[in-house]
């Protein structure tokens, strides 16, 4: 093999990546626990839900779902309610303007295509077009087509959200300003199929309890040795200081992992 040729180039990141974040899923899972995956299977349910938690807090979404299923309790009887009533029923979720026609529609062309048949096509399509039927629907971007994929059907789609963007590109996986739908594919391409849930579940409580957007608490961390951003402060510190390696000190303290569409964000 030609070690200098763009593929053999490639192919050594790539590997790189691969024993990075093995490494980052063992200590993490060695702070917060193992997530266990059980997917639901209730398309549907994952999919309105997923909209819902768009741009809020999982306290507003989860009473919006609520609030929608005890004035719909059947799916169809929301395909034929107006914008109006469905905006009136998840007022709670915010955007709700936005939110209910998109819902509508998203629900209408599931049940229109029969519901039992196009969950199966789902589960069984290449994971590209699955991905891209749930995405020409309204409202769903890559996030929330992941997370259909993933949470509902036990697809290794990746969800990308705030916190598994971030730590992600803190760590060094994903480039400074990539997009959300470049850093799905990046990040899908990196992630061996059966460590996304492993990787998004982890990443999340990570980001959440640690690796917080502003002030990230560094010296609670047990990943620091393989974070750039970390090592690029030490560097910036100490610009004369020989680093022989990141120092860990007080990891954060072991929590249950939870893993649930309200995860995102």
Not at 120 to 130: C, F, S
Request: aromatic share 4%.
């Amino acid at each position: 093999m030609n070690l200098s040729s763009p593929n053999a180039v490639n192919e050594a990141a790539h590997a790189e990546h691969h024993r990075k974040i093995e490494q980052i899923l063992a200590a993490l899972e060695a702070c917060y626990g193992r997530p266990v995956h059980h997917q639901h299977g209730d398309v549907l349910e994952e999919l309105v839900g997923t909209i819902l938690s768009q741009n809020t807090s999982d306290v507003n979404s989860e009473r919006a779902y609520r609030s929608l299923r005890q004035t719909f309790p059947d799916w169809r009887g929301l395909t034929r309610a107006s914008d109006d009533e469905i905006a009136e029923a998840i007022r709670s979720a915010g955007l709700s303007r936005q939110k209910a026609p998109a819902i509508r529609a998203a629900v209408a062309a599931l049940l229109d295509d029969g519901y039992e048949e196009r969950v199966r096509w789902l589960r069984e399509a290449p994971l590209e077009e699955a991905r891209a039927w749930l995405q020409s629907l309204p409202g769903v971007g890559p996030k929330t087509a992941a997370c259909v994929l993933l949470f509902a059907l036990g697809r290794p789609a990746l969800p990308i959200d705030t916190h598994v963007y971030r730590v992600s590109q803190r760590l060094g996986l994903l480039p400074p300003g990539i997009s959300a739908s470049a850093a799905h594919r990046s990040l899908e391409s990196l992630v061996p199929s059966e460590d996304v849930f492993r990787f998004h579940v982890l990443l999340i409580r990570h980001g959440r309890a640690v690796c917080r957007a502003r002030r990230p608490m560094c010296e609670r961390c047990v990943i620091t040795d393989l974070c750039d951003y970390y090592n690029r402060a030490q560097r910036a510190s100490h610009p004369t200081r020989e680093r022989h390696g990141a120092q860990q000190t007080q990891p954060a303290a072991r929590q249950p992992v939870d893993a649930h569409r309200s995860s995102q964000g």
